[in-house]
């Protein structure tokens, strides 16, 4: 059974910058994409990027496209979010995720992480 765990959350003040990771605590399929979403308070979960397996091709949400960069490590099974130029609406809980399938979808993901805390101070 796959689990993953995020970290590196945190407060930071607007314009600032912030990384995060998950960790999968068995090893994962090259082949499986490895995403973001974020939560506001009150807000229904979103999504933030992807990343594929195949390729490394990436897909990110309007609202952060050229802040954030999604990365990912197959020999450590991690991926990573670094962010940046960082806004009071970017304050949510990040959650990392795993999927066989292709896309932003939260229906292509199997495998879904605690959640970190990032906030953003204006």
């Known amino acids: 059974q796959v689990q993953l765990v995020e970290s590196g959350g945190g407060l930071v003040q607007a314009g600032g910058s912030l990384s995060l990771s998950c960790a999968a605590s068995a090893r994962t399929f090259s082949t499986y994409s490895m995403g973001w979403f974020r939560q506001a308070p009150g807000k229904e979960r979103e999504f933030v990027a992807v990343?594929?397996?195949?390729?490394?091709?990436?897909i990110y949400a309007d609202s952060v496209k050229g802040r954030f960069t999604i990365s990912r490590d197959n020999a450590k099974n991690m991926w990573y979010l670094q962010m940046r130029s960082l806004k009071p609406d970017d304050t949510a809980v990040y959650f990392c995720?795993?999927?066989?399938?292709?896309?932003?979808?939260?229906?292509?993901?199997?495998?879904w992480g605690q959640g970190t805390q990032v906030t953003v101070s204006s």
């Open positions: 990343i594929s397996g195949s390729s490394y091709n990436t």
């Open positions: 995720a795993a999927g066989r399938r292709w896309g932003p979808s939260e229906n292509n993901f199997d495998y």
